[in-house]
């Protein structure tokens, strides 16, 4: 048995290694409390999610029982991945250093609330396509940052997004090819430091916009194919803070499922959690299909759906 | 009351930081070669190395002048401006510094002015290099007063910063810090009453964070502005840029003397002050609203916005690339 496995079933301990930090707590509050944010928190997570929070949980306590004091390294970032894939895609072969597929970031990031990460694989050497990318920030309480199912034809070969990186760490991309096969690949981002924190910057207006979606339309050019860029309003809050009046958790809200399709056929659809950055935000390619519009549905951890549609515009920007 | 205080470290009670100060520059003196296991207490020895000087700007407004830098163990993470306004009961101080070793300085300092007793300690907003030296005056028995947005703010933080500052400004100086979050809270406009002097606070839209508050002494009308005025130092933006620059006119039309940057030269003129950090942010957006219209990526267009005001300030390579970058994201909605 693991000694993830071993721990798994203590809640109160695995909420206390989620957020680095934490477990050595000036935050007191009473184990009872810690049990019920634990059990919110659960309930609002995939499956998915959850193990892996476990496995990071556990493996915190295990790897590094001082983990609030070190930086994290190339080599510790490696260890908790090592602990935690088994969580994410049990005993399948996952082929490292791929060239498949690629991940770019900064070598270190200027905030660590909005790091830009840009995932592409290259259609020559994957020719059925991608059927899903999934982005794992190994350090982060959530380490499964986004797991993106690309639609069939779509014609999707790159993702940019935006994601929080509380500290030095691996970010690493598993592509799933149709025939089941896993390609991984990897970037070290140096991503802690200083007064910028992995929070939202202006929580009242996040409060006020929250649902609101933008979508840029880019046309193509110099044989690069169009693009569209989704903007969607919401803090993407990590439920790991306390209500400063009543002392208790907040829970977890954060965009739990996104699907961006063109007349009913997906593009792309995103199983995402709180690692994303504030205001989630994609960019891809694609490949239109005639002139029917973009439909964009977006569902938070408290159930609520946010639709919009767009008509694809001839020329784009 | 003197002009200018200066404190020396020798002075300072013997507490178990300072034997091991006091033993570290015993162990240099005895090895000229500075052998490994005493560079560890050099370093230490460094951390007590400020002089910490209070300066009287006004009638009874006393402020320490941070250093526009980093924090790193050796400035003792002192980088911000910090003062104490005295009245006839009782003292208001603004900020606490970014360490416990500081705020133990300043409150060293501040007893050789007066011994009044603390009534309140204003936070100007979340950032550590201001809070990080709190429970110094809540342990003196001061109310710690912010904006109403503060509590939350540090909440979300509060964690995080403990772990990054440990990194950045070392384990020593990390003792004891604790992020104690303030009691009172000022929804929109407060008055502190120090006898016979009114303190008028006023809390901020979201600008430079979403907690930012204000100080102005009606008596010598001086302006404590905390990180909304930058001086020389690259303003850092953690907060909201169009914010920011929506709130500069309102921020310049108060009526004051002098004001007292949260970084930068003290006093400055006022509100000549806020000119050049009024000049970055246009320069900063125009060219972020550029890259944006021609769909140039966040990555891409981070490395060369603002850049052509990088003679301008201090600290520019290693703040500019993060306000673009929040700066960005915020614009794209525009």
């Known amino acids: 048995m693991s000694k993830a496995r071993m721990f798994a079933n203590m809640p109160a301990t695995a909420y206390n290694s989620l957020w680095p930090g934490h477990h050595l707590s000036h935050y007191g509050g009473g184990i009872k409390m810690r049990i019920v944010a634990f059990w919110t928190w659960r309930a609002a997570l995939p499956v998915a999610l959850i193990s892996s929070i476990l496995a990071f949980g556990t493996g915190a306590l295990v790897a590094w029982p001082d983990a609030a004091h070190a930086q994290q390294t190339p080599a510790s970032s490696e260890q908790v991945w090592q602990d935690l894939k088994g969580d994410v895609f049990g005993d399948r072969t996952i082929q490292a250093d791929s060239d498949i597929v690629r991940i770019e970031a900064p070598k270190r990031a200027q905030d660590a609330a909005l790091v830009p990460v ?99 339309q880019f046309a193509a050019t110099d044989g690069k194919a169009p693009e569209l860029q989704l903007m969607i309003r919401h803090p993407n809050n990590s439920g790991l803070q306390r209500d400063p009046l009543t002392q208790y958790f907040i829970p977890a809200h954060f965009i739990q499922t996104l699907t961006i399709s063109q007349a009913g056929q997906p593009i792309l659809s995103m199983e995402g959690g709180i690692s994303i950055s504030e205001d989630p935000n994609f960019r891809f390619d694609y490949k239109p299909r005639g002139s029917g519009e973009i439909q964009v549905e977006a569902v938070d951890t408290e159930g609520k759906k946010f639709n919009d549609h767009w008509p694809v515009k001839a020329a784009g920007l | 009351m003197s002009d200018s205080l200066s404190r020396g470290r020798g002075a300072a009670p013997i507490d178990p930081l300072r034997r091991r100060l006091i033993g570290g520059f015993a162990c240099v003196g005895v090895s000229a070669a500075l052998l490994p296991c005493c560079l560890g207490h050099a370093a230490l020895a460094a951390t007590g190395q400020i002089g910490f000087e209070l300066k009287e700007i006004a009638d009874g407004v006393f402020t320490f002048q941070g250093v526009v830098d980093l924090e790193t163990p050796a400035n003792e993470g002192a980088i911000a401006n910090l003062a104490v306004i005295v009245g006839s009961d009782a003292l208001a101080i603004i900020d606490s510094g970014g360490s416990l070793v500081e705020a133990k300085a300043f409150i060293e300092a501040v007893r050789k002015v007066t011994a009044k007793p603390v009534r309140y300690l204003i936070n100007t907003h979340m950032h550590p290099d201001h809070i990080f030296g709190n429970a110094a005056f809540r342990d003196l028995g001061a109310t710690i007063v912010g904006h109403r947005n503060l509590p939350r703010a540090l909440e979300a933080r509060g964690a995080f910063y403990l772990k990054s500052y440990r990194e950045q400004i070392g384990e020593t100086l990390m003792q004891g810090i604790e992020i104690v979050p303030p009691t009172m809270l000022v929804k929109d406009r407060l008055k502190l009453d120090l006898g016979g002097r009114v303190i008028e606070l006023k809390a901020w839209e979201a600008a430079h964070t979403d907690n930012d508050l204000t100080a102005y002494d009606g008596a010598t009308r001086t302006l404590f502005a905390g990180d909304l005025v930058f001086v020389k130092h690259l303003p850092t933006l953690d907060g909201s840029l169009l914010g920011w620059m929506r709130q500069m006119d309102a921020l310049a039309a108060i009526k004051a003397e002098r004001v007292v940057p949260g970084h930068g030269p003290i006093p400055s003129a006022w509100p000549e002050a ?30 060369t916005a603002g850049r052509s005001e990088a003679g301008n300030w201090a600290l520019f390579e290693e703040y500019n690339g993060r306000n673009a970058t929040a700066a960005y994201a915020e614009l794209e909605w525009e």
């Open chain 2, 274 to 303: 806020l000119e050049a950090e009024r000049r970055y942010f246009e320069v900063l957006a125009s060219d972020l609203r550029k890259a944006i219209a021609a769909g140039i990526p966040l990555a891409e267009a981070v490395k």
């Open chain 1, 118 to 216: 840009d995932i592409s694989f290259d259609p020559e050497k994957a020719p059925d396509g991608i059927k899903s990318l999934t982005l794992i920030i190994d350090v982060n309480p959530s380490p499964v940052a986004a797991t993106f199912t690309i639609g069939k034809d779509s014609g999707v070969t790159h993702l940019s997004t935006r994601v929080r990186v509380n500290d030095y760490s691996f970010l690493r991309v598993i592509a799933e090819t149709p025939d089941g096969k896993l390609y991984m690949t990897k970037t070290f981002v140096k991503a802690s430091g200083g007064c910028s924190a992995p929070a939202v910057k202006n929580m009242d207006e996040a409060k006020k916009t929250i649902g609101q979606m933008k979508l840029r």
